[in-house]
């Protein structure tokens, strides 16, 4: 007698299932449909949105292999549904099109699901620290990249993106971030166009390259506050009698530009006189005993201890985690597009794809009782390789397999350092800004700034 045939889906199609469920709870409902009325559109909203995610977690290594597996992944989990595009080519032009909209949709989405999420992660020391870091990924060497995104001119590069980031120094999951091409743009000019993404009252968590006077500026009249490393390249001032109240940490950040006058002449007027930043200088040392300083605009020791402030900069070690988990754990250090508009397009949802990685895990370690910043991306990632490939060693549920993914906790003996390493740099860490005495010059200037401030205080 032949057995009954059993009906539901397998333990691979469930598994699939069970993944379309977890990213669901982050896709937004409303506006991004499953479904179209238009029997043309082959790529809707919420297809598009997880098909390239998927591709993102894809272990192969060329993009027409990535997108045949998440495309038949999709398919299992959207059995009834009317079956995607088949073509690469219709796809990156979905994506590259209505694409770019759905993921400026996603990226608010997700900023607001942390803020629900993270809980009692949300703040370090009662501050909500957002940290920033910008890094290059290499693009194939084709004449159009060349053209469109251009080259460094370092080492024979070849053409390259550069990407900088926004990310919740307390989970070490992404908030915003923003690339272009290699020539025309920095790390500093792209924090720009992210200041719109910080949150109220929130604290920026900077290595060196984020200073300046400008920039500092422009944090304070948003109404956020800073840590920021400086180095030597840094020229601050120390008894200026300006502040009310001058402590043993207290400098000013006021270049000779914004005194209004060159070197050594006192400016006639105190029209192009701007006033100096007060701020406070932190000197901490790193765990190799190497001197660090901070530069930060809490003044009070109170609100923002040395100890505090030290740990928040400790916890900034977790952007280079977060560019190790994308370019080495997920393979995405070099794009392979050939052109500047998917190559700009597959970088941006490779972003995309470790965001939703991270939100994945973290939702579930906070789950679980535990800190956001104890799940693997690496283990992770193998859990979610396993849906894709429909290779399970173990039938565990899939929240029970993103619980398990978590960091390794033995105490390390050796160095991790490599014997040979080929790109292995010799930067050295920042040295000592440079914090000088006030001069007599910048003394009567500031007295005459404050004896105008007063004047104009009194006549309002």
């Given at each position: 007698m032949p057995r009954p045939q059993k009906s539901g889906p397998s333990a691979d199609e469930s598994y699939k299932l069970e993944l379309r469920d977890a990213m669901s709870r982050f896709l937004p409902h409303a506006g991004l449909p499953l479904l179209s009325g238009d029997g043309r559109v082959r790529w809707t909203g919420r297809l598009l949105?997880?098909?390239a995610i998927l591709m993102t977690w894809s272990p192969s290594a060329?993009?027409?292999?990535?997108?045949?597996l998440a495309r038949a992944a999709l398919v299992d989990i959207y059995r009834t549904r009317r079956r995607p595009g088949a073509s690469v080519e219709g796809f990156f032009r979905a994506l590259t099109g209505p694409g770019v909209a759905v993921l400026a949709m996603l990226c608010e989405h997700w900023r607001q699901r942390l803020r629900k999420i993270a809980g009692e992660h949300w703040k370090i020391e009662g501050w909500l620290v957002v940290g920033v870091d910008g890094s290059k990924f290499d693009c194939p060497r084709t004449a159009a990249n060349e053209a469109g995104l251009g080259v460094s001119g370092k080492n024979n590069s070849g053409p390259q993106q550069l990407l900088t980031c926004l990310f919740h120094v307390a989970s070490g999951v992404l908030w915003g971030w923003t690339r272009g091409p290699i020539q025309g743009d920095s790390e500093r000019a792209?924090?720009?166009?992210?200041?719109?993404?910080?949150?109220?009252?929130?604290?920026?968590?900077?290595?060196?390259?984020?200073h300046g006077y400008e920039l500092c500026k422009s944090l304070l009249g948003r109404g956020n506050s800073f840590l920021i490393r400086v180095g030597s390249n840094v020229k601050l001032i120390q008894k200026l009698g300006y502040a009310t109240i001058e402590r043993k940490q207290t400098v000013y950040l006021w270049p000779l530009k914004?005194?209004?006058r060159n070197r050594r002449s006192m400016p006639m007027g105190l029209e192009k006189v701007c006033e100096p930043l007060v701020l406070r200088l932190i000197e901490l040392k790193d765990a190799k005993g190497r001197p660090v300083f901070l530069l930060t605009n809490v003044l009070d020791p109170r609100q923002l201890s040395?100890?505090?402030?030290?740990?928040?900069?400790?916890?900034?070690?977790?952007?280079?985690?977060?560019?190790?988990?994308?370019?080495?754990?997920?393979?995405?250090h070099k794009v392979l597009s050939r052109t500047p508009e998917r190559?700009?397009?597959?970088?941006?949802?490779?972003?995309?794809?470790?965001?939703?990685?991270?939100?994945?895990?973290?939702?579930?370690?906070?789950?679980?009782?535990?800190?956001?910043?104890?799940?693997?991306?690496?283990?992770?990632?193998?859990?979610l390789h396993g849906v894709l490939t429909g290779r399970r060693r173990r039938r565990k549920s899939l929240a029970t397999a993103l619980g398990l993914a978590t960091k390794d906790t033995y105490r390390r003996l050796g160095s991790k350092t490599a014997r040979h390493y080929p790109k292995k740099s010799s930067q050295h860490p920042p040295g000592a800004p440079e914090a000088r005495m006030a001069t007599a010059i910048e003394k009567r200037l500031i007295q005459r700034f404050l004896a105008e401030q007063l004047a104009k205080s009194?006549?309002?």
């Open positions: 949105a997880m098909a060329t993009l027409t292999d990535r997108f045949t792209q924090f720009r166009r992210l200041l719109h993404l910080l949150p109220a009252g929130a604290m920026l968590l900077a290595d060196a390259g984020f914004k005194q209004g040395d100890r505090a402030a030290a740990r928040m900069y400790r916890l900034r070690w977790g952007v280079e985690v977060m560019w190790r988990s994308l370019k080495q754990t997920m393979g995405h190559a700009a397009a597959e970088l941006d949802w490779a972003m995309a794809g470790l965001w939703m990685l991270q939100l994945l895990a973290s939702a579930r370690m906070i789950q679980t009782g535990r800190a956001p910043t104890c799940h693997s991306p690496a283990q992770t990632l193998r859990v009194d006549a309002a």
